[in-house]
């Protein structure tokens, strides 16, 4: 059992790929706290400070200390650009990004304050971003843009943690849930997505962080963000009308992006 002992934090993980997480983890020998609005050992809303504090203090206080954190939580309210409203992008937003922000925020708190009390820290945070972070999705301009900052905070989050013994890294699960079984009835179950979030938040996947991974049934895919792919330096400030003329040349040698889901 390759988790044997390790305290579990999930978000949002009363059903669906959350609950899968759970299970698997149980199996591997962890001892797991769920949260979830809607059922689990801690039903506080992470997207607030109080309620995100609450969870890695009821994992401490049931079981010492917190090993993994495993951010879950999300909701959907897709609508086109042109027809979002404030609320629904600030609903998603929060429930997604700040979620996470707050979650790893108290978490981080804890390792590094054991890390500096000399205790040597084993700890790991597994986010959840999404092909609609990657790579967008029409009609989910709220999710993918809260997808994508998911992302860019696991980056930061990898660079900063990293010295108090914790790594951070992010999956883009694909998986029939309340939130897709709609749209994507044919997607394999949570169950498939749970073993490579297990290894992620066990001592043997010491040295990965920083790292998106993409799941789907029995595929794995590392995913490289934002590369410098074509670069044309003039050297000095560029005229105006000169800049058409470089850009496309620029774009004629680099390999055409992945296209949004939906267009």
Known sequence: MICAGRVVAITGAARGIGAAHAEEFRRQGAHVVVNDVDGGDHHADVSTWDGAKSLVDLAVSRHGRLDV?????????????????????????????KAHFLTMRHAAEHWRSRSKAGEEVSARVINTSSGAGLFGSVGQANYSAAKAGILGLTLVAAAELARYGVTVNAIAPSARTRMTE????????????????????????????????????????????HQRVTTVDRGSRWPVDEVGAAVAALIAKTPPEVPVYGA
């Open 182 to 225: 709609e749209l994507f009835p044919d997607l394999p179950g949570p169950e498939d997505v749970a073993p490579l979030v297990v290894w992620l938040g066990s001592t043997e996947s010491v040295g990965v962080t920083g790292r998106v991974f993409e799941v789907e049934a029995g595929k794995i895919t590392v995913v490289s963000g």
């Open 69 to 97: 954190l495993v951010n879950n939580a999300g909701i959907v309210r897709d609508r086109m650009l042109v027809s979002t409203s404030e609320q629904e992008w600030d609903d998603v937003v929060r429930v997604h990004l």
